[in-house]
């Protein structure tokens, strides 16, 4: 069964750049998935932040577009996010999750447990 | 805002059926296909259904799922006390190029 965790400093100083890597364990970074970022605030909703493909091909949330970059490490079975310029807006969990890529459809099918990343001088 | 739109909360007893809707647009719901998510707090989301109306294996038949236009729905049919928590529907969009989500309806078993 494949197993998600991010990684990552749990403070961050307003204006830095928020960094976290999401490990995948008991599977690999094949080309019928791709891997996102999704984060939640405090008592709100899910956001989603950007995906990668195991090519390097990116989408992002166009919100955060100006700020964010989603890199993959095939050899490590690794993905990352870095959040640039981060205010107290970006307090939140974030998750890393595994979308899966059928004929016609799309679906987050695996998801990490989550990390709370606080931004706080 | 969320692009989708679900009611904040929900409630039920044990063994009642429950609704919860998600309202989008033609360029995500009316276009595309609609997963739900379960959360119970402290812990990431599971997915419970996908392609509008598909379980994944070890999901509960009393969960199903049915889209109509540009709204979906969920429904919880013999609620039990441990469906109590939080669910989400979800789309891709598009027009924003990108995955929308619902608010997120709080499910509370009575």
């Known amino acids: 069964q494949v197993q998600l965790q991010e990684s990552g400093p749990r403070l961050v100083k307003p204006s830095q750049t928020l960094s976290l890597t999401c490990t995948v364990s008991g599977g690999s970074l094949s080309s019928i998935y791709y891997w996102s970022w999704i984060r939640q605030p405090a008592g709100k909703g899910l956001e989603w932040i950007g995906r990668?493909?195991?090519?390097?091909?990116?989408n992002y949330n166009p919100s955060l577009k100006s700020r964010v970059t989603i890199s993959v490490d095939t050899s490590k079975n690794q993905f990352s996010l870095r959040l640039s310029s981060v205010t107290a807006a970006d307090t939140a969990v974030y998750y890393c999750?595994?979308?899966?890529?059928?004929?016609?459809?799309?679906?987050?099918?695996?998801w990490g447990q989550g990390t709370l990343v606080t931004v706080s001088s | 805002q969320s692009v989708l739109t679900q009611p904040p909360s929900a409630s039920g007893t044990p063994g009642q059926r429950v609704t919860i809707s998600c309202s989008g647009s033609s360029s995500n719901i009316g276009s595309k296909t609609v997963s739900w998510y379960q959360q119970v707090p402290g812990t990431g989301p599971k997915l419970l259904i996908y392609?509008?109306?598909e379980r994944p294996s070890g999901v509960p038949d009393r969960f199903s799922g049915s889209k109509s236009g540009t709204s979906a729905s969920l429904v919880i049919s013999g609620l039990q006390s441990e469906d109590e928590a939080d669910y989400y529907c979800a789309a891709w969009d598009d027009s924003l190029n990108g995955w929308v989500f619902g608010g997120g309806t709080k499910l509370t078993v009575l």
């Open positions: 392609t509008d109306n």
């Open positions: 999750a595994r979308v899966y890529v059928g004929g016609w459809y799309e679906t987050f099918d695996n």
């Open positions: 990668i493909y195991t090519s390097g091909s990116t």
